[in-house]
């Protein structure tokens, strides 16, 4: 069993056993030795200590997990061999050879070249990126600048969200070479390398400016004063600039942590409530399983809806971490290709289960039976509207027509039943010599035949009790049978010459258009009405009232006036005049005269 040892490598603690300690020990000794006669050797061994030290972190998952061997060997295989540690003999005696090739790191990736940078560095890093020189950028810059006007917001978002390449690894990895020992230090190196330049420069400069003083100082003075009072101005503007976008960006980012928690939380909540609901059956939620016609667990639609939604709602909390967080680690490409697949899973299943639920609804069906009333032409009929305290006692007392709406009732057995008020009632005239009442009903389901046998589960019941119709202002059915649409049409079949009086409780189930050719029209409760041929008479309207009411094929008559229509002529009377429509003439007569055109 090996021991375990705890190390600072370039300020991050690590777990590592005593065998892999030994072994990167022995490797960072050698490279130090290497380094031995090189300018800038500490600069190079520090950096040397942080890319080993970023690569470790990369490849623990833990604060507890512990640096094992096959880490180190891995970590040393990028980072190449120095010379010295290859020739030291007194290094793995136990071990075989083996030949490092210091294989190529990371992929390029985008920083901001601040070492070339004349704002903010972000033209050299996307040089760098895209591998080309940077006087291209520059030029797309000033084209957007003043092309577009889109080009400064772009810049300041790039600036804000691209980092700067601060270590000797970035600056690498901004480049796309392979992190590795020779490559850190070459960087290093060149740096001291520019350094050396520029100091020779400066000395070269100011002896040439001593011995030409007279023609050159005020040239080379005033060349480089206006060049670093520019640079000094834009980076002092860059600074205010950022200063505020680093502000609001972190208000961003809070807002996108907030509103991804509360999304999360939210359907978590709902998640355990609709389960438990559905386990102890909480009232209340039986609407729900009554509606659910394709018979889907309700849990597994919940399951999907969390993470349909869920899961781009978490991005969007990781987003405003990282926004918020410098260096937030990373969830990793597996955790994120996995929620991935559960998205589009969960985006699968969600589509069918709405396909599903669609098909219950893609057939209807009807089932009508007719039954004589003993009402001849020369009885007066009165129609009323009916309901159950039962099964349901409306707050206000007053009967009305839901279409789409229904409830959960119990019968007298305790069954639970589906109770809907979505009765329609139809009123028309008829030359036999008895009434009748028409009772349709109409239900829908995933085929025609499914659809009729759920039509005729349907309970509907009405009462003649002398010469009062009562008619049943709701309809049940069980609730196996779940909701469907389930209607009523009752149509009312009256004797010319017969008399009508409906209850005003009648008006919203007969609330009908022309379409349903009703004799009975608004309005016309709580009067008795003659029955016509396709109209009705008001018996006790006032005088001044406009008491016919006819609406047939073709032919309407109300207060509104008469309109005749025929295929494409149409025939309008009223207060206004007369207005005559064909095919190729209008006429038009009124308080003006007449007005007649004509295509001819």
């Known amino acids: 069993m090996n021991k375990t040892v705890n190390i600072n490598l370039a300020g991050i603690f690590f777990h590592i056993d005593e065998d892999a300690y030994l072994k990167l020990q022995r490797y960072l000794e050698a490279i130090k030795r290497s380094f031995t006669d090189s300018q800038g050797q500490s600069e190079i061994i520090a950096d040397i200590e942080a890319r080993i030290a970023e690569l470790f972190n990369e490849r623990v998952q ?32 136990d071990e075989p050879k083996q030949s490092y090739t210091g294989k190529s790191s990371p992929n390029k990736k985008l920083y901001r070249d601040t070492d070339n940078s004349y704002i903010g560095g972000v033209s ?11 006087i291209w950028i520059r030029l797309a810059w000033i084209l957007l600048f003043f092309g577009a006007g889109t080009g400064v917001l772009l810049y300041i978002l790039l600036w804000i969200l691209v980092p700067e390449a601060k270590t000797t690894a970035e600056k690498i990895m901004m ?34 400016s001593v011995s030409k003083a007279a023609k050159n100082v005020d040239v080379k003075k005033s060349a480089n004063s206006i060049k670093s009072s520019s640079r000094s101005f834009f980076e002092t503007l860059g600074d205010i600039i950022l200063f505020f976008f680093k502000i609001f960006a972190k208000f961003i980012g809070v807002l996108l942590i907030f509103i991804g928690a509360v999304t999360l939380i939210s359907l978590i909540v709902s998640l355990f409530t609709v389960g438990i609901s559905d386990a102890i059956n909480v009232p209340g939620f039986d609407f729900v399983d009554a509606a659910n016609a394709a018979n ?49 899973i969960a985006i699968i299943g969600i589509a069918v289960v709405f396909a599903k639920q ?29 309901g159950n305290d039962n099964y349901y006692k409306s707050n206000s ?20 039943m589906i109770y809907s008020s979505d009765i329609r009632l139809i009123v028309r005239s008829t030359k036999d010599s008895l009434a009748s009442l028409s009772i349709e009903k109409t239900s829908e389901g995933s085929s025609y035949q ?16 002398g010469k009062e119709l009562l008619l049943d202002a709701y309809l049940t059915t069980d609730f196996k049978h779940k909701f469907r649409d389930q209607e009523v049409h009752l149509i009312l079949y009256l004797p010319e010459g017969s008399t009508l009086y409906a209850d005003d409780n009648t008006y919203s189930f007969h609330r009908n258009t022309s379409n349903y050719n009703d004799i009975l029209q608004n309005g016309q409760e709580e009067h008795y009405l003659k ?60 308080k003006n005269g007449i007005d007649i055109k004509s295509d001819n």
């Not at 279409?403 to 007298?412: A, D, I, P, Q, S």
């Not at 229509?565 to 006429?587: C, M, Q």
Request: aromatic share 8%.
């Open 62 to 93: 833990n604060d507890k997990q512990v640096i094992r061997i096959t880490e180190v060997d891995a970590i040393i295989a990028i980072m190449g061999q120095p010379e010295d540690y290859l020739v030291d003999d007194e290094i793995f005696e």
């Open 124 to 134: 050299s890093g996307l040089a760098h990126y895209f591998g080309i020189d940077t």
């Open 175 to 208: 480049t796309g070479e392979p992190v590795n020992i020779s490559n850190i230090e070459k960087k290093i190196k060149d740096g001291f390398d520019t350094v050396t330049e520029t100091v020779g420069d400066v000395a070269k400069n100011v002896s040439d």
């Open 296 to 344: 889907t667990p309700v849990w597994l639609v919940s399951v999907l809806v969390l993470f349909a939604v869920g899961i781009p709602f978490f991005f969007l909390f990781y987003l405003g971490l990282k926004i918020l967080v410098n260096n937030l680690k990373s969830i990793g490409n597996i955790a994120k290709f996995s929620l991935l697949g559960l998205w589009i």
């Open 358 to 386: 669609a098909s219950e609804h893609a057939f209807d069906a009807n089932v009508t039976k007719k039954e004589p009333l003993n009402i001849t032409a020369k009885d007066t009929l009165r129609v009323k509207m009916v």
């Open 397 to 416: 007392g007053h009967l009305y027509r839901d279409t789409h709406g229904f409830k959960l009732v119990y019968n007298e057995n305790d069954e639970k």
């Open 450 to 465: 499914i659809a009729k046998q759920r039509a005729e589960q349907i309970n509907y019941n009405y009462a003649l009790v």
């Open 531 to 590: 029955i016509l041929h396709n109209a009705t008479k008001c018996m006790d309207c006032d005088d001044d009232t406009f008491d016919v009411n006819v609406d047939t094929e073709g032919i309407k008559i109300n207060e509104d006036g008469i309109e005749i229509r025929d295929n494409n002529d149409h025939v309008k009377i009223n207060s206004n005049g007369i207005n005559v429509e064909a095919d190729d003439v209008k006429v038009n007569i009124n």
